[in-house]
């Protein structure tokens, strides 16, 4: 007789944590550091960077405990997701560095594949298609998965809205946004006399984000352990 469902049920209040993220913004602004500072939670130690951008050179001078493997081809990483997801490992948590190159070279292996070449569209179906799996596959790891990505800019031909999101290619850009729990963008802002790191989580005017913890709009000096600190107070409070 087959298992039942019920061995799987649990509360609610037991899975209020971050399954998935996508942290993005502009070079230099610690999105690795951010990722990595994971390594200082014991639930989300041992900490892997999945290097595919190669952008995690000096992680190790403040968090040595960190491991990190280089994913430079669209076939590295896919033997790394399959080995992540199928096979045993100690990582709690894995970062992606970043989604968008990861993207890159996911397009020009489609591009590449014979069914492809005379179909300038059939890449893009092939792109959207691996895009949402990736991130649908990692968001129901049992690790936290963290996507960091470069920003994009749009702006609305009708309305000239102006906006920044994360940098997705094609039409997998509608879709993404749906999956993670938490989309925050990093950057540098003037808090007091000091120029501090922000990371927006909440309702921003010109910024796209999301959280399903109730968190505030911003989070200064983010880390892994104020973000996780962040979701036990809206918790405690009933947001």
Do not use: C
């Amino acid at each position: 007789m087959a298992a039942s469902f019920l061995a799987g049920v649990s509360k609610a209040t037991d899975v209020d944590r971050i399954n998935s993220a996508i942290v993005y913004g502009n070079t230099g602004t610690g999105k690795t550091w951010l990722g990595a500072s994971a390594d200082e939670i014991e639930d989300y130690a041992p900490v892997l960077i999945v290097d595919v951008e190669g952008s995690a050179a000096g992680v190790g001078r403040k968090y040595p405990n960190v491991d990190i493997v280089t994913a430079d081809t669209y076939e590295k990483l896919e033997i790394i997701k399959r080995e992540l997801l199928e096979e045993e490992h100690p990582y709690k948590t894995v970062l992606i560095d970043t989604l968008n190159v990861a993207q890159d070279r996911a397009e020009k292996f489609f591009e590449d594949l014979p069914k492809n070449r005379g179909n300038k569209f059939g890449k893009w179906a092939d792109l959207k298609d691996w895009t949402v799996q990736f991130l649908r596959d990692f968001h129901h790891a049992e690790f936290l998965a963290v996507f960091l990505a470069h920003p994009q800019v749009d702006k609305d031909e009708n309305t000239g809205r102006i906006t920044t999101t994360v940098k997705i290619a094609g039409s997998a850009r509608d879709v993404a946004p749906t999956i993670p729990d938490l989309i925050g963008f990093l950057d540098f802002e003037n808090v007091g006399d000091k120029v501090e790191r922000v990371l927006y989580v909440g309702n921003t005017d010109g910024l796209v984000t999301k959280n399903r913890f109730g968190l505030e709009q911003k989070l200064v000096k983010p880390t892994m352990v104020s973000i996780q600190t962040a979701i036990f107070e809206a918790k405690e409070a009933g947001k």
